[in-house]
């Protein structure tokens, strides 16, 4: 049974900085591209970042150089740093299998991120 588990989400100011957790297993984490995805309230998902097993990494344009997608391949562990965190970034935090990242059942149960002051 895959299981995706998002850890690491809470409050922070403007500013602030977050690490993302993502604990995997049930499949094949070390040789499968895995991708993060945020919804904001009221808003369809939208793809964040993926990164393959070989630590390659893309990012939508507007997290480039303040997120970085990182993976512990020996512990099945995906994680995402969130530095100069902006308000337009609150939303729940979803980690996915890349293959199917649209899918809500793809996903874990998701960590809230809030930006506010």
């Known amino acids: 049974e895959v299981q995706l588990v998002e850890s690491g989400g809470g409050l922070v100011q403007p500013g602030g900085s977050l690490r993302l957790s993502c604990a995997a297993s049930?499949?094949?984490?070390?040789?499968?591209?895995m991708t993060w995805v945020r919804q904001a309230p009221g808003q369809d998902s939208a793809w964040v970042s993926t990164i393959y097993p070989n630590g390659t990494t893309y990012y939508t344009y507007p997290v480039k150089d303040r997120f970085t997608a990182s993976r512990d391949n020996t512990k099945n562990t995906l994680y995402l740093q969130l530095n100069g965190l902006k308000t337009e970034d609150t939303a729940m935090y979803y980690c996915?299998?890349?293959?199917?990242?649209?899918?809500?059942?793809?996903r874990g149960q998701g960590t809230q991120v809030t930006v506010s002051s």
């Open positions: 049930g499949f094949p984490f070390s040789s499968l591209p």
């Open positions: 996915a299998k890349t293959s199917c990242w649209r899918d809500n059942g793809c």
